[in-house]
């Protein structure tokens, strides 16, 4: 069967009824569209029709009025001379308000007895040539003796006897017998004497003599003095009505009723000369003017610009958009028949394809359960409310609970710990994220996070025994990208937990077994080294450099496998504060002058920047400097130099550390960062190390905000740099006099009203100036104005928080110097929130405020505090670290010594110290148990902790100076004490 046949088959008459019917309904939708917009277009046209025949009968009753004020002004007056009437018609304004009308007259009727002596009082007035004309004998004369303008074509009609004309005389009968306004009909007026001839019609309003009511024409007639009338140009007269609006039709006026070329009166500027149409119009209509006693015909017709505004697109885009569519659904239409037979093979084959996918889909699904089922992890499925949907076997296994005891049920309420599961959505709304303790804990984050949320939980056996797991969970989700369920894949940590724990303790005994003697037996040989004892023998002199030559080394070699420890462990503390970076480069140098003369080699500071200042943690920083110092003493050749130079990169700080020596393979220099890295094994041998100190520094580098490169030349040199933003030294501003006695002026930023007033009498009694602020707004505003000292700062403040202000105050030049006290019950998380960054916070104080300590802040702010020979107490239960710290303090202070915390707390009661120096590690306790009542005494005792552990941020807040043993020679020791205490 061909093509046509298959169309004209009668298995494809669906297709041809459904092209009839759509294009049916195509005919249907033209015709209702061709219909509306003949209708509308009529309804348009009809409005324009209006407008124009209007705009003719209003401007005929506007000239009207004129003439019954001519015709008033007549009658109120016995006589009106023709300046008079000059004057009236020239305040007419006739060319500006009434276009088209050619002028205002008086048209005088004269008897046949009255005429000679008419003529003789005409020339009398200066017009010795006036007669009226056109000369014979009549019954009756009228003469247009006033007609204003009276110049140009109005000098025609001077004299001129409108009754010798037919049309004007049966025009002026007729407003004399009736005593209305009449118009004449199509006339030539006198006026047109040159130019383009048009047709012309005359306005007439009779003038009586009597004012009384007329009852007979004849009354009229005896009554009537003459005509005050109006001239027209009909052409003029249009164009003076229509002015410049776009007309959308065309006119044609006759004369009278019906249409005759002798008749027509005024023709629109598109007609043809012979009066027909340029093209021919979709809208016409016929209308008749009764214009004061006269009738005028008009006819109206619609311009190509109107036809073709109500030609709709639709007009042809229907039949076309509508055809075409019947003829695409009679194809369509037509090839899903012809396909059918086909479809329905393939259907066929499609669901023994389906069959088979699906046998294939059943089998994955069985490698998959064996896969899960294999696993050794917990696998657990939930759908969105936490509800169990896939319980392993693993699960089963370490849970105690069978899959159908547990599917279909709440995990939280079987194997969850409800008091961890609240703990951590407390723990996510201090990280932003407010949940609610149930199954928005384990998925909000997985619902945001395509790698799931990761964190370590507890699981609670069927027996109630407990053990820890590192649960990661997933959303799972459909084809639309919904979630449709949670995967939980769960590790039990248990073992990892228990070497986690060994190393805890092992970094623990290491610390205090290797630390505690190895500082004894640094700090003492140092001291015999350095001729405490006197001169030391010969013979023993070498021995004793050596011992402490490599009790360095050993003391370097336990600090390094800690420090890495701790940064694994992310458990490494930092305390950044401003500090001048020369003389830390000064003591780094000096510490390592001794080991870089092992190796020959001078140090040298080729540039400095001795006011330049970084915000570090002192000790870090001293330990990348000397990592930096040694190995490029270490990798010099013997008679070289390494040379320092410190410059100023913009708002940074650089050190640069040059050696000369062999410098990095550049196959090692991609390893250079890496823990144990070493160019060379022979390295260790020949030069000493673990190869942990550039990784070290690196990670303690980065921590404090700063950045670590090194640039090397094969066989040439290697230069290591280190960067830090610089942090500008804070100068106190001129102070102005506040109250009187004070020099010095503080700002109380403190929303509650109760404490900003305690607060104000605190620093008033201490002869200071205090102005309060309550918001940070306000706080802004006086800052503003100048001649703060230093300001308290509260954290919770409404409308804009503490810690955003100091951001915010820092960021501005005027107040970016200004020193800030931090008095607050949110101290301890603000100063973790800042993370260690330098904003001139001068210190942390909670609350309530103790008012010793509030001044003691201050007063070092303001420059009052004062010094003395200091009394130490050093709390410390190593009798030998002791013997070491008295010889170094000896210096400035005088030391006495507590082994424990009883000892310590008697001395405290008998005596007031300058200096506390703490151990932590004591054997009746931790030291930390005495910083209550040095805190607390009046004023605060300053303490400094010396221990071989680190303390962390929040007991960093507690003391005044923390230093760690193995970590600190004899010179910082001595430097650390002198701050403390106050002396230079």
């Given at each position: 069967m061909?093509?046509?046949?298959?169309?004209?088959?009668r298995?494809?008459r669906p297709?041809?009824?459904?092209?009839?019917?759509?294009?049916?309904?195509t005919?249907?939708?033209?015709?209702?569209?061709?219909?509306?917009?003949?209708?509308?277009?009529?309804?348009?046209?009809?409005?324009?029709?209006?407008?124009?025949?209007?705009?003719?009968?209003?401007?005929?009753?506007q000239?009207?009025?004129?003439?019954?004020?001519?015709?008033?002004?007549?009658?109120?007056?016995?006589?009106?001379?023709?300046?008079?009437?000059?004057?009236?018609v020239?305040?007419?304004?006739?060319?500006e308000?009434?276009?088209?009308?050619?002028?205002?007259?008086?048209v005088?009727?004269?008897?046949?007895?009255?005429?000679?002596a008419?003529?003789?009082?005409?020339?009398a007035?200066?017009?010795?040539?006036?007669?009226?004309?056109?000369?014979?004998?009549?019954?009756?004369?009228t003469?247009?003796?006033?007609?204003?303008p009276?110049?140009?074509?109005?000098?025609?009609?001077?004299?001129?006897?409108?009754?010798?004309?037919?049309?004007?005389?049966?025009?002026?009968?007729?407003a004399a017998?009736s005593?209305k306004?009449?118009?004449s009909g199509?006339?030539?007026?006198?006026?047109?004497?040159?130019?383009?001839?048009?047709?012309?019609?005359?306005?007439?309003?009779?003038?009586?003599?009597e004012?009384?009511?007329?009852?007979?024409?004849?009354?009229?007639?005896?009554?009537l003095?003459?005509?005050?009338?109006?001239?027209?140009?009909v052409?003029d007269?249009?164009?003076?009505?229509?002015g410049?609006?776009?007309?959308?039709?065309?006119?044609?006026?006759?004369?009278?009723?019906?249409?005759?070329?002798?008749a027509?009166?005024?023709?629109?500027?598109d007609?043809?000369?012979?009066?027909?149409h340029?093209?021919?119009?979709?809208?016409?209509?016929?209308?008749?003017?009764?214009?004061?006693?006269?009738?005028w015909?008009?006819?109206?017709?619609?311009?190509?610009?109107?036809?073709?505004?109500?030609?709709?697109?639709?007009?042809?885009?229907?039949?076309?958009?509508?055809?075409?569519?019947?003829?695409?659904?009679?194809?369509?239409?037509?090839?899903?028949?012809?396909?059918?037979?086909?479809?329905?093979?393939?259907?066929?084959?499609?669901?023994?394809?389906?069959?088979?996918?699906?046998e294939?889909?059943?089998?994955?699904?069985?490698r998959?359960?064996a896969?899960v089922d294999?696993?050794?992890?917990?696998?657990?499925?939930?759908?969105?409310?936490?509800?169990?949907?896939l319980f392993n076997r693993?699960?089963?296994?370490?849970?105690?609970?069978?899959?159908?005891?547990?599917?279909?049920?709440?995990a939280l309420?079987?194997?969850?710990?409800?008091?961890?599961?609240?703990?951590?959505?407390?723990e996510?709304?201090?990280?932003?994220m407010?949940?609610?303790?149930?199954?928005?804990v384990?998925?909000?984050?997985?619902?945001?996070d395509?790698?799931?949320?990761?964190?370590?939980?507890?699981?609670?056996?069927?027996?109630?025994?407990?053990?820890?797991?590192?649960?990661?969970?997933?959303?799972?989700?459909?084809?639309?990208?919904?979630?449709?369920?949670f995967l939980?894949?769960?590790?039990?940590?248990?073992?990892?937990?228990?070497i986690?724990r060994?190393?805890?303790?092992?970094i623990?005994?290491?610390?205090h077994?290797?630390?505690?003697?190895?500082?004894?037996?640094?700090?003492?040989?140092a001291l015999?080294?350095?001729?405490?004892?006197g001169?030391?023998?010969?013979a023993?002199?070498?021995?004793?450099?050596?011992?402490?030559?490599?009790?360095?080394?050993?003391?370097?070699?336990?600090?390094?496998l800690?420090?890495m420890?701790?940064?694994?462990?992310g458990?490494?503390?930092?305390?950044?504060?401003?500090?001048?970076?020369?003389?830390?480069?000064?003591?780094?140098l000096?510490g390592?002058r001794?080991?870089?003369?092992?190796?020959?080699?001078?140090?040298?500071?080729?540039?400095?920047?001795?006011e330049?200042m970084?915000?570090?943690?002192?000790?870090?920083?001293?330990?990348?400097?000397?990592?930096?110092?040694?190995n490029?003493?270490?990798?010099?050749?013997?008679?070289?130099?390494?040379?320092?130079?410190?410059?100023?990169?913009?708002?940074?700080?650089?050190?640069?550390?040059?050696?000369?020596?062999?410098?990095?393979p550049?196959?090692?220099k991609?390893?250079?960062?890496?823990?144990?890295?070493q160019?060379?094994?022979?390295?260790?041998?020949n030069?000493?190390?673990?190869?942990?100190?550039?990784s070290i520094?690196?990670?303690?580098?980065?921590?404090?905000?700063?950045?670590?490169?090194f640039?090397?030349?094969?066989?040439l040199?290697?230069?290591?740099?280190v960067?830090?933003?610089?942090?500008v030294?804070?100068?106190?501003?001129?102070?102005?006099?506040?109250?009187?006695?004070?020099?010095?002026?503080?700002?109380?930023?403190?929303?509650?009203?109760?404490?900003?007033?305690?607060?104000?009498?605190?620093?008033?009694?201490?002869?200071?100036?205090?102005?309060?602020?309550?918001?940070?707004?306000?706080?802004?505003?006086?800052?503003?104005?100048?001649?703060?000292?230093?300001?308290?700062?509260?954290?919770?403040?409404?409308?804009?928080?503490?810690?955003?202000?100091?951001r915010?105050?820092?960021?501005?030049?005027?107040?970016?110097?200004?020193p800030?006290l931090?008095?607050?019950?949110?101290?301890?998380e603000g100063?973790?929130?800042?993370?260690?960054?330098?904003?001139?916070i001068?210190?942390?104080?909670?609350?309530?405020v103790?008012?010793?300590?509030?001044?003691?802040?201050?007063?070092?702010?303001v420059?009052?505090?004062?010094?003395?020979?200091?009394?130490?107490?050093?709390?410390?239960d190593d009798?030998?670290?002791?013997?070491?710290m008295?010889e170094?303090?000896?210096?400035?202070?005088?030391?006495?010594?507590?082994?424990?915390l009883?000892?310590?707390?008697?001395?405290?009661?008998?005596?007031?110290?300058?200096?506390?120096?703490?151990?932590?590690?004591?054997?009746d306790?931790?030291?930390?148990?005495?910083?209550?009542?040095?805190?607390?005494a009046?004023?605060?005792?300053?303490?400094m902790?010396?221990?071989?552990?680190e303390?962390?941020?929040e007991?960093?807040?507690?003391?005044?100076?923390?230093?760690?043993?193995?970590?600190?020679?004899?010179?910082?020791l001595l430097?650390?004490i002198?701050?403390?205490?106050?002396?230079?």
């Amino acid at each position: 069967m061909n093509n046509w046949q298959r169309l004209i088959d009668r298995r494809n008459r669906p297709a041809w009824v459904v092209f009839l019917i759509f294009l049916s309904l195509t005919l249907i939708a033209w015709d209702g569209q061709h219909r509306l917009a003949v209708r509308s277009a009529a309804q348009e046209f009809e409005l324009h029709v209006r407008d124009v025949i209007g705009s003719i009968e209003e401007r005929l009753r506007q000239h009207e009025q004129i003439l019954l004020g001519a015709e008033g002004l007549l009658v109120a007056s016995e006589s009106v001379t023709r300046a008079e009437w000059r004057t009236y018609v020239e305040r007419l304004h006739l060319k500006e308000n009434y276009s088209g009308i050619q002028g205002v007259g008086f048209v005088q009727i004269i008897r046949p007895a009255d005429l000679q002596a008419h003529i003789a009082a005409l020339r009398a007035e200066g017009f010795p040539d006036y007669t009226v004309h056109p000369p014979g004998d009549r019954s009756l004369y009228t003469s247009t003796i006033y007609l204003e303008p009276f110049s140009g074509r109005n000098l025609a009609a001077f004299g001129y006897d409108m009754m010798s004309e037919a049309t004007r005389a049966k025009a002026m009968r007729m407003a004399a017998e009736s005593g209305k306004t009449t118009i004449s009909g199509k006339v030539k007026l006198v006026q047109e004497t040159h130019g383009k001839e048009q047709a012309g019609f005359l306005m007439y309003l009779p003038v009586y003599r009597e004012h009384r009511a007329l009852t007979t024409p004849e009354e009229g007639w005896q009554a009537l003095q003459g005509f005050v009338y109006s001239p027209y140009r009909v052409d003029d007269l249009m164009a003076g009505i229509l002015g410049k609006r776009i007309l959308m039709l065309d006119f044609v006026i006759f004369d009278g009723e019906g249409e005759t070329d002798g008749a027509r009166m005024f023709v629109s500027a598109d007609e043809r000369a012979d009066g027909t149409h340029a093209a021919t119009p979709k809208m016409s209509t016929m209308r008749s003017i009764q214009a004061y006693g006269h009738t005028w015909t008009v006819r109206l017709q619609s311009r190509p610009e109107f036809d073709a505004s109500f030609q709709s697109p639709l007009d042809a885009v229907i039949p076309a958009l509508g055809g075409g569519i019947s003829v695409l659904l009679f194809v369509l239409v037509s090839f899903l028949i012809s396909r059918r037979e086909r479809a329905e093979e393939m259907a066929a084959q499609m669901t023994m394809d389906i069959r088979a996918n699906e046998e294939k889909l059943r089998q994955s699904e069985m490698r998959i359960h064996a896969i899960v089922d294999g696993a050794d992890h917990l696998i657990i499925s939930t759908n969105t409310e936490g509800v169990i949907e896939l319980f392993n076997r693993a699960a089963e296994r370490y849970l105690g609970y069978r899959a159908e005891e547990v599917i279909g049920k709440s995990a939280l309420s079987l194997f969850l710990d409800p008091d961890e599961v609240f703990r951590r959505s407390q723990e996510m709304a201090t990280e932003g994220m407010s949940v609610e303790p149930g199954i928005e804990v384990f998925t909000a984050r997985a619902r945001k996070d395509a790698a799931g949320d990761t964190h370590e939980w507890t699981y609670i056996r069927k027996d109630g025994s407990r053990f820890p797991v590192s649960l990661t969970v997933t959303a799972l989700r459909d084809g639309n990208g919904e979630i449709s369920a949670f995967l939980g894949i769960a590790t039990d940590i248990t073992e990892r937990k228990k070497i986690e724990r060994m190393k805890t303790e092992f970094i623990s005994t290491v610390s205090h077994e290797l630390r505690t003697p190895l500082t004894s037996i640094r700090g003492a040989l140092a001291l015999v080294a350095g001729g405490v004892v006197g001169e030391l023998p010969a013979a023993v002199k070498p021995l004793v450099e050596i011992a402490h030559k490599n009790s360095e080394r050993l003391i370097l070699l336990v600090n390094d496998l800690l420090d890495m420890e701790k940064i694994e462990a992310g458990k490494m503390e930092f305390n950044a504060s401003p500090l001048k970076l020369m003389p830390l480069l000064n003591q780094a140098l000096d510490g390592n002058r001794a080991y870089a003369e092992q190796y020959q080699v001078n140090y040298a500071v080729e540039s400095d920047l001795p006011e330049a200042m970084v915000s570090v943690d002192a000790n870090r920083m001293m330990q990348v400097l000397a990592n930096l110092l040694s190995n490029a003493a270490k990798y010099s050749p013997a008679g070289g130099k390494v040379l320092v130079a410190v410059e100023r990169m913009g708002k940074r700080i650089r050190v640069a550390v040059k050696d000369n020596g062999p410098g990095i393979p550049d196959e090692f220099k991609a390893r250079v960062f890496q823990k144990f890295a070493q160019a060379d094994s022979s390295d260790t041998r020949n030069k000493g190390g673990t190869g942990l100190g550039l990784s070290i520094t690196k990670a303690i580098v980065e921590h404090m905000g700063g950045r670590i490169w090194f640039d090397s030349q094969p066989n040439l040199q290697t230069t290591f740099y280190v960067e830090f933003p610089e942090w500008v030294e804070r100068k106190l501003p001129e102070i102005g006099h506040g109250i009187e006695g004070a020099t010095h002026r503080v700002l109380v930023c403190e929303d509650n009203r109760d404490t900003a007033t305690v607060l104000r009498m605190m620093l008033e009694q201490a002869g200071y100036a205090v102005d309060i602020a309550y918001d940070a707004n306000q706080a802004k505003q006086l800052l503003a104005q100048g001649g703060y000292a230093t300001m308290t700062l509260d954290l919770a403040l409404p409308g804009q928080s503490g810690i955003s202000l100091i951001r915010e105050l820092h960021g501005h030049e005027a107040t970016a110097m200004l020193p800030i006290l931090v008095v607050s019950a949110r101290a301890a998380e603000g100063k973790q929130e800042l993370n260690g960054e330098e904003f001139g916070i001068i210190e942390w104080i909670d609350k309530p405020v103790n008012q010793d300590r509030l001044l003691a802040v201050i007063n070092g702010v303001v420059g009052r505090s004062g010094q003395a020979r200091a009394k130490v107490l050093h709390v410390e239960d190593d009798a030998d670290i002791f013997h070491v710290m008295h010889e170094v303090a000896g210096e400035v202070a005088d030391t006495v010594h507590a082994a424990n915390l009883a000892e310590a707390r008697q001395m405290l009661a008998q005596c007031r110290y300058d200096l506390v120096i703490l151990d932590l590690d004591l054997p009746d306790g931790s030291g930390k148990e005495l910083l209550p009542l040095l805190k607390g005494a009046s004023p605060p005792i300053p303490v400094m902790v010396f221990s071989v552990y680190e303390i962390g941020l929040e007991d960093a807040k507690e003391v005044d100076a923390a230093l760690v043993k193995s970590r600190t020679d004899n010179a910082e020791l001595l430097a650390t004490i002198k701050r403390l205490i106050g002396v230079e």
